[in-house]
């Protein structure tokens, strides 16, 4: 089935610095790619859709000079969150379009990032 | 854009007894309802789904019925075990759109 692998699972990081997630599919070409965040006890909010070689489209209220995404090629996106503050530290997930099950929706597993 | 309300934010049941956790959405073009269980700190994990051609799917213990006109869908699970003990999220969407997330059900099943 569908695999898309999300790097690194947990992060640590203090304020001020940058961290990059990655999200690749394994085995298919994601045409789009979701990028969602998570806060506890919360549902997934939508931040940003991006299409490869186009620039992401963001949801009302995510800055995009903070929240990077890249989506260079069909099988890797990424989100890198810049000048990170401990309000950023959040679960972060991806969902990439384009493989066969669930709809055409694969989840990645998750970046709980933390900043201190 | 489309909006999903899902109803309980939490569920409380026997364990044998059934749940229900009902959602609704606004986008009539809406076409397709995924249903997610998620763990703590894990992947969202689908569980099942219903497109808009279809009124009701079962999968074992898990259904889940869809009406279109009055833009509802829920999700039934029967004969519940404690390890159905989890966050439950429905979802909506139509085309290649992203998925619109529920606020989501914590489903607690009593041993």
């Known amino acids: 089935g569908a695999v898309v692998s999300q790097h690194p699972s947990r992060v640590i990081c203090k304020s001020g610095t940058s961290v990059k997630i990655e999200c690749r599919s394994l085995d298919f070409q994601a045409t789009t790619m979701f990028w969602y965040r998570q806060f506890p006890k919360q549902s997934l909010m939508l931040m940003a859709t991006s299409n490869e070689g186009s620039k992401a489209t963001y949801e009302q209220g995510v800055e995009k000079d903070k929240f990077l995404i890249n989506h260079a090629s069909l099988t890797l996106s990424t989100l890198t969150v810049t000048s990170a503050h401990p309000e950023d530290s959040s679960f972060y997930i991806c969902?990439?379009?384009?493989?066969?099950?669930?709809?055409?929706?694969?989840f990645g597993s998750g970046t709980r990032l933390t900043v201190v | 854009g489309e909006n999903v309300e899902q109803h309980p934010s939490t569920l409380s049941v026997q364990e044998g007894d059934s749940a229900v956790i009902k959602c609704t959405y606004s986008?009539?073009?809406?076409?397709?309802f995924p249903w997610y269980k998620q763990e703590l700190g894990k992947r969202p994990q689908l569980i099942i789904d219903?497109?808009?051609?279809?009124g009701e799917k079962k999968d074992q213990r898990i259904a889940v019925t869809l009406n279109k006109t009055a833009k509802h869908f829920s999700l039934h699970i029967t004969e519940t075990q404690p390890e159905d003990s989890a966050v439950y999220f429905c979802a909506a969407r139509g085309g290649n759109t992203p998925l619109v997330f529920g606020k989501g059900t914590r489903l607690s099943v009593i041993a």
């Open positions: 219903i497109r808009s051609n279809v």
């Open positions: 969902s990439a379009y384009g493989g066969g099950g669930g709809g055409g929706y694969t």
């Open positions: 986008d009539s073009a809406s076409n397709y």
